[in-house]
């Protein structure tokens, strides 16, 4: 069964970084786009990265781009989301998301920034 999970949230200040990482299982992962999103609290779903099958092209929402990175290891079926110069405003419960025909979730990790 296709698995997504999630891992490297935690608890830093403003302007810190973190590495989240997405480890997929259950389909072919090189052969799919795979995205993180986020939800802040009280609030929906937010995209944030999405990032091609073969790794070769990327995009961003406003709010992210130019502090955060969106890569992948095919050879590791992980999807990682590389996040500078983190703010307030960022903390979330980060989720990565990946579309067979149906959308498939992982169970999410939380990021809080706060000084």
């Known amino acids: 069964q296709v698995q997504l999970v999630e891992s490297g949230g935690g608890s830093v200040q403003p302007g810190d970084s973190l590495t989240l990482s997405c480890v997929a299982s259950g389909f072919t992962f090189d052969s799919y786009a795979m995205s993180w999103f986020r939800q802040k609290p009280g609030k929906g779903l937010e995209y944030v990265a999405i990032i091609a099958a073969s790794g070769n092209s990327a995009s961003y929402a406003d709010s992210v781009r130019g502090r955060f990175t969106i890569t992948r290891d095919n050879a590791k079926n992980t999807v990682y989301l590389q996040m500078n110069n983190l703010k307030p405003e960022d903390t979330a419960v980060y989720y990565c998301?990946?579309?067979?025909?149906?959308?498939?979730w992982g169970q999410g990790t939380q990021v809080t920034v706060s000084s």
């Open positions: 998301r990946v579309d067979l025909g149906r959308t498939y």
